[in-house]
Nanobody, 121 residues
Framework: QVQLVESGGGLVQPGGSLRLSCAASGIFFRINTMGWYRQAPGKQRELVASMTSGGVTNSVDSVKGRFTISRDNAKNTVYLQMNSLKPEDTAVYYC???????????????WGQGTRVAVSS
């Protein structure tokens, strides 16, 4: 069993900051890529940022220079530091991770339940 639990969402004013956290727990051998996705009402879910176990990152152009993804492999936790927030960043943010199963080395992809981010004055 593996699961992801997000935290850190909330309501902030434009230009403000939030830090999201996602902690993985359960039985697994290794976590490969971890990332953050977001989905606004009526829109398709999109990748915000991701990071491999080796530290290679990827992010959507709209957040470059404002958001920073990081992870602590020892704590099985990934973070998303969001600065200079804009109203268009408003969405539910979901954590995603690919786990390598213990024993069999099979892979499983897991989603968190999401944490809401609202940017409004």
């Amino acid at each position: 069993q593996v699961q992801l639990v997000e935290s850190g969402g909330g309501l902030v004013q434009p230009g403000g900051s939030l830090r999201l956290s996602c902690a993985a727990s359960g039985i697994f051998f290794r976590i490969n890529t971890m990332g953050w996705y977001r989905q606004a009402p009526g829109k398709q879910r999109e990748l915000v940022a991701s990071m491999t176990s080796g530290g290679v990152t990827n992010s959507v152009d709209s957040v470059k220079g404002r958001f920073t993804i990081s992870r602590d492999n020892a704590k099985n936790t990934v973070y998303l530091q969001m600065n200079s927030l804009k109203p268009e960043d408003t969405a539910v943010y979901y954590c995603n991770a690919e786990f390598l199963r213990a024993g069999t080395l099979g892979r499983v992809e897991v989603w968190g339940q999401g944490t809401r981010v609202a940017v409004s004055s």
